[in-house]
């Protein structure tokens, strides 16, 4: 995968952020239709902007989130590991970079409603109060589809 060695990578997200979320009620038919809702985030950076920690709650939902993002300076690349409230189980987690354009792409192995899926994860529109953040799946080397989109307002 390549990229640039950014360890700081994740310096943006520190804070609070309200969240807008858009997601697929299947996250593998894209005609099963969108659904909305909002959420609010807080993250903390660590070990000087190489680990960073955030907890997004879904208050319409029911449910919360916890997202423990690190950099491994051997590799220049990051793991994105989450978790959720519904379930405590650590998802396995996704890896990759930042582009010289400050598009951030991490890509993983996972299942989804009894199929394995690749994942990927996308971060983009990076500024001092915005960001966005998508969600894909792709099964059997098919396309990606994308299921969830988060816009991230400051707070």
Known sequence: MSGVDRAGGFDFLDGGWNVRNRRLADFLDPASGWEEFDGHTSGRLHWSGRAHVDEIVFPSKGFSGLTLRLYEPETGEWTLNWSNSR??????PVRGRWSEDGTGEFHGVDTYAGKDVRVRFRWSGISAGTARWEQA???DG???VTNWVMEFSRA
């Open 142 to 144: 098919g396309e990606w």
């Open 137 to 139: 799946f792709a099964v």
């Open 87 to 92: 379930t405590g189980r650590l998802e396995p």
